[in-house]
Structure formats: C-alpha cells, structure tokens
C-alpha cells in the first residue's frame, strides 16, 4: 500500500528530527575528547561547559541525569560570608558569665545588648552571642577543672 503525499512529509520531518538529534549526540561525544575516563567524569565536563542541555548530554552519555544534576552542584562553589571579629565580644560575655554563670544564652545576651544600647552601639545578635558563649563556657570548664 502506497503512502500519501503527508504520511510521506511526516516521515521526513522524523527522519530529519532524529538526524537532528543524532548530529547533537555525535557532537556532545566528539566533545568529550578522546581520554578514557568514566562516562561519568566526561559527562560533568561536558555539562560544565554550558554548551549542551544536561538532559542532552545525560541521555547521550547514557548516564543518570540525577547524579550530574548533584555532581554539578557540588561542582559550584558556595559563597561564604567572612568570620565575623567576635575578639571584642569574649570579654565582655565572660565579665557576664563570671558575675552571673547559672545565666542562659538568651539573659546573657540581654544583659550584654543592654550595655551596648546605654553606649549607643548596635546590639549584637543572640545567635552570634550563643556560639562565642559555647565556646567561653567550654573554655571556663576546661580551665576551672
């Protein structure tokens, strides 16, 4: 049975579509260069360049797209925000602490904004205050034993 004009246009398009999609694979793999490394490591490379869809190149390459996705975000680094200087914060928690060492991070962090307030500085936040303050009353246990 012979084919009609637009069965036959339809055929094209699909012949053309995966020639399309052929020529892409056979990019992506030209690009991945000629060192045997594990798919895996050629895929990331691949992805990084920005050149090609990580489906594309996860599909081509034959490995999981979830895995490059991962691999790609580990491969990014994260900005981090400096250390913040808490020198001048020690003293004034452990002058609080000595007077007052039944006090909790929240009243110690009270007490010290309270002072801050009065000398018309900027109060410093309890989080800050709690992670220097775990680290003084370490400390003191360490040297009171």
């Not at 793999?29 to 050149?51: F, S, W």
Request: glycine content about 4%; charged content about 30%.
């Amino acid at each position: 049975m012979p084919l009609s004009a637009k069965q036959l246009q339809a055929r094209v398009r699909e012949l053309e579509r995966q020639l399309g999609k052929k020529t892409s694979e056979a990019e992506i793999l030209k690009e991945a260069g000629a060192e045997p490394l594990k798919k895996t490591a050629v895929a990331l490379e691949l992805a990084q360049t920005g050149r090609f869809q990580v489906k594309a190149v996860a599909q081509t390459m034959r490995v999981a797209r979830s895995n490059l996705v991962e691999l790609l975000k580990r491969a990014e680094p994260t900005a981090r925000r400096p250390p913040s200087d808490d020198d001048w914060l020690l003293p004034v928690i452990r002058a609080i602490v000595a007077e007052r060492p039944s006090y909790g991070y929240h009243r110690v962090t009270a007490l010290l904004n309270r002072s801050r307030v009065s000398d018309r500085l900027n109060a410093a936040s309890a989080e800050r205050q709690h992670a220097v303050k775990g680290g003084v009353s370490r400390r003191a246990q360490c040297v009171h034993s």
